[in-house]
């Protein structure tokens, strides 16, 4: 196709799109124009009557738009005359072509990013080798473009005072500095947790129970309290015989007990007060487990299935007793510090007498703030911390002189932000290069959430980082490190709205068989699945395609797969007509996009234009009205009908014209994610559709659908990766990158491994242009 010709296409499709040629006169495209609400009459920023065309690049922003609605195929809107695909293809590649002639632009990050919750917790973890649950420390962070990693600029006084307590807190236990009175921390369980069958990590022939990773400040004596369950009216329940409880820390018992129901007509106040128990422990990380020793059982024969979850005492009673909470008091009679791995990762040498001690401070001091300022250090560096060192080390000694140097460290603003100055003399926009050091902190932040190691700080260091094969084998060596699970656990997490999950809870009348229980499966069958792609370094395709996932029992009987048993997941292949298989058919994604009572059209819709498709439809217009609900009088409308009604309003109908098709082919899966036939007694009608105008039945055409275009997929995936490790959105001048990395990974099959380094390799992520 000659070039004169692409661009009568490039205005064919233009002015069908504006409504040229049809008694309209070309203007400004509203964004409800283009994705919704087909209102003409606002502004979107989006004109192409005023631009020209032989010259893409002089509005790249304007045409990167045009490309990506060219590419998804939502222009012409439906119901316009559209070209044919390979008229399609050439308009996208013509376009496509001359926007990545143009000079690459690698955008600016902020020059100040402060570590969020999650990154500052794991520094702490790979700084000092010590674990700490930093969310009763600092307050969760502000998501921006999906991800919390982006909004992260500023520190507020009160923040500044959340990071100065959790530094004197951190130091004081890495240290092992003894308290001024012995504390408390009680870990509460879930509330709809049920407590009948086996957990995982927990001994083989117990039920119930908890396991609380924690670490011990000192050496020392530690009261271990439990406390169990309640109704509403104080009585522990379940307890209707005597009941054995075990304790144990790091697997071996320490403690048992036995609960009795007290006598008829007395109050449970102190049926399970005698549930404590004071047990010497070492100094550092533990495993502290509650279970109850379970006892033989039968089925009870009923016309129905028995449901799992036993929580609710009206509904569905606990059968046995359950714990409420676990509570360490202590440190009591302390024998000293121990020996941890915070104190030996802190404690690089030991002075043998007061003449060594300043040498040994410096030493300690000069590790500590190369790991933590993530670059060699200075002797200026060292000014404050030692200051601090030798104020306190004169009333409490050397160990309490590092204590305070390391607090001095952790509030120290090149520790709590991630700086990325500009070099002297680089002329205002200008791209430039990023030094090997901000390059290693962009690495390891974006592929563990954490700080460098000492072999990457130490090819940074020496200049090697930015050696293509150096680079490479860096990444996948830290691919490959358990610490890359955070892409599972932080990334993945937030793309798929896993995070959700903690704060859906369906409708207890509807779905009575939900509990906790089924959250945390939901969630680990999805993080299981995701961490699969990543470790077997499978095509990101296999997200949406696998015919495996895992489960354990209760989420294989909520799934209705028969033969598996037991609390642990395991994996599962499925046959070519199953109903499941691949993120569009698991429990985590299908809950999270749903109402607590009822299915949600719109809601999935709207998840797979936006993660999926990378089109996320603009916001609903103000005052949209509600759909409505079967009130149970007169005619009971199914879901699609309803629907309809609710687009029969014209404020409505445009964006629902999108997001509803592709919603209602998931409609089978019902608000919890189990595969139904009917609702209301109708047979469901899973028909649905894209955007671009195709048309498929079910979850298993939507897939096909997706699959038939995965360049609109991996570009999306991109795109999220993009964001998510350079703490920035991504905006137009990025798309010649982001095409980059999806036609160099198009060779490899789209492996996970072929995006990270396509990322690590893409010039937003190397370069940074100048203020």
């Given amino acids: 196709m000659s070039r004169r010709a692409v661009w009568v296409a490039v205005w064919f499709v233009v002015g069908g799109f504006l409504g040229v040629g049809s008694g309209q006169q070309p203007s400004v495209i509203n964004q409800y124009c283009i994705a919704c609400h087909n209102q003409s009459?606002?502004?979107?920023?989006?004109?192409l009557d005023s631009i020209s065309a032989e010259n893409v690049n002089q509005h790249p922003e304007v045409w990167e738009k045009v490309v990506r609605k060219l590419r998804a195929r939502y222009m012409p809107p439906a119901g316009v005359p559209r070209p044919d695909e390979r008229t399609y293809d050439a308009l996208v590649a013509s376009l496509e072509i001359s926007l990545d002639s143009a000079k690459p632009n690698p955008g600016r990050t902020d020059t100040f990013r402060r570590l969020n919750r999650t990154e500052y917790q794991n520094v702490i973890r790979d700084l000092l080798a010590l674990e700490v649950d930093v969310a009763s420390l600092l307050p969760s962070d502000e998501s921006s473009h999906g991800f919390d990693n982006v909004t992260v600029g500023d520190l507020s006084p009160?923040?500044?005072?959340?990071?100065?307590?959790?530094?004197?807190?951190?130091?004081?236990?890495?240290?092992?500095?003894?308290?001024?009175?012995?504390?408390?921390?009680?870990?509460?369980?879930?509330?709809?947790?049920?407590?009948?069958?086996?957990?995982?990590?927990?001994?083989?022939?117990?039920?119930?129970?908890?396991?609380?990773?924690?670490?011990?400040?000192?050496?020392?004596?530690y009261e271990i309290v439990l406390r169990l369950a309640r109704d509403r009216n104080e009585h522990i329940e379940g307890l209707r015989e005597a009941h054995e409880v075990e304790l144990m820390l790091d697997g071996d018992r320490v403690g048992s007990f036995t609960v009795k129901p007290p006598p008829t007509g007395k109050d449970h106040s102190l049926a399970d007060e005698h549930l404590r128990l004071r047990v010497p422990v070492k100094a550092g990380p533990h495993v502290l487990g509650v279970a109850f020793p379970k006892k033989p059982s039968s089925l009870l024969e009923t016309e129905r299935q028995p449901y799992q979850a036993h929580f609710n005492m009206d509904r569905h009673p606990r059968i046995t007793p359950a714990v409420y909470s676990v509570t360490i008091n202590g440190p009591y009679e302390a024998k000293g510090p121990g020996e941890t791995p915070s104190r030996r990762r802190i404690f690089v040498c030991q002075p043998a007498q007061?003449?060594?001690?300043?040498?040994?401070?410096?030493?300690?001091?000069?590790?500590?703030?190369?790991?933590?300022?993530?670059?060699?250090?200075?002797?200026?560096?060292?000014?404050?911390?030692?200051?601090?060192?030798?104020?306190?080390?004169?009333?409490?000694?050397?160990e309490a002189g590092i204590e305070m140097a390391l607090r001095a460290v952790l509030v120290s603003p090149e520790f709590l932000f991630r700086v990325e100055q500009d070099p002297a003399g680089v002329a205002p926009q200008t791209a430039y290069r990023v030094s090997d050091l901000e390059l290693a902190s962009r690495l390891s932040f974006f592929l563990w959430s954490s700080i460098p190691d000492d072999e990457l700080l130490d090819a940074a260091i020496g200049g090697k980082l930015h050696t293509p094969a150096v680079l490479e084998q860096q990444v996948r060596r830290m691919l490959a490190d358990a610490r890359s699970r955070v892409l599972v656990s932080n990334f993945a997490e937030q793309w798929l709205y896993l995070r959700n999950l903690a704060s859906t809870t369906p409708d207890m009348r509807l779905f009575p068989d939900f509990d906790d229980n089924l959250r945390q499966a939901f969630r680990q069958e999805t993080e299981l699945f995701f961490e699969s792609i990543l470790r077997e370094d499978r095509s990101v395709l296999d997200l949406l395609r696998a015919n495996y996932t895992f489960v354990n029992q209760r989420l294989a009987k909520h799934y209705g797969i028969p033969n598996v048993y037991g609390s642990r997941f395991r994996r599962i292949t499925f046959g070519p007509d199953s109903v499941r298989g691949g993120l569009l058919r698991q429990g985590s994604v299908l809950t999270v996009t749903s109402y607590a009572t009822r299915t949600s059209p719109v809601i999935r819709g709207k998840w797979i234009l936006t993660n999926i498709l990378g089109e996320a439809p603009p916001p609903p217009l103000p005052a949209v009205p509600a759909l409505k609900e079967n009130s149970g009088l007169g005619k009971t409308l199914s879901m699609r009908e309803r629907m309809a009604e609710h687009r029969a309003n014209p404020a409505c109908s445009g964006c629902h014209q999108l997001m509803d098709p592709v919603g209602f082919s998931l409609e089978n899966y019902d608000a919890v994610g189990r595969w139904r036939t009917a609702e209301e007694g109708k047979p469901i009608d899973a028909s649905g559709g894209l955007p671009d105008?195709?048309?498929?039945?079910?979850?298993?055409?939507?897939?096909?659908?997706?699959?038939?275009?995965?360049?609109?997929?991996?570009?999306?995936?991109?795109?999220?990766?993009?964001?998510?490790?350079?703490?920035?959105?991504?905006?137009?001048?990025?798309?010649?990158?982001?095409?980059?990395?999806?036609?160099?990974?198009?060779?490899q099959d789209f492996r996970f491994s072929s995006l990270i380094l396509g990322v690590v390799n893409s010039a937003p992520f190397q370069m940074r242009r100048s203020q």
């Fill in 354 to 398: 007061a003449g060594e001690e300043e040498d040994c401070a410096q030493r300690i001091v000069a590790t500590l703030t190369r790991r933590a300022y993530r670059r060699p250090v200075t002797a200026g560096d060292l000014e404050v911390p030692l200051k601090f060192y030798r104020g306190a080390r004169k009333d409490g000694g050397f």
């Fill in 158 to 221: 009160t923040l500044l005072e959340r990071y100065l307590s959790a530094a004197q807190r951190i130091s004081r236990l890495a240290i092992g500095s003894p308290p001024r009175s012995p504390g408390g921390d009680t870990i509460q369980l879930p509330p709809d947790l049920t407590q009948e069958e086996h957990f995982d990590k927990l001994p083989l022939g117990t039920r119930g129970g908890t396991v609380v990773p924690y670490t011990f400040p000192l050496d020392a004596g």
């Fill in 41 to 47: 009459a606002k502004t979107a920023g989006l004109a």
């Fill in 693 to 747: 105008g195709s048309k498929f039945e079910g979850v298993a055409g939507l897939q096909k659908a997706l699959l038939g275009r995965p360049e609109l997929f991996v570009t999306t995936v991109t795109e999220k990766l993009l964001t998510y490790s350079l703490g920035r959105g991504v905006e137009y001048y990025d798309a010649p990158a982001v095409r980059k990395i999806v036609r160099e990974a198009r060779t």
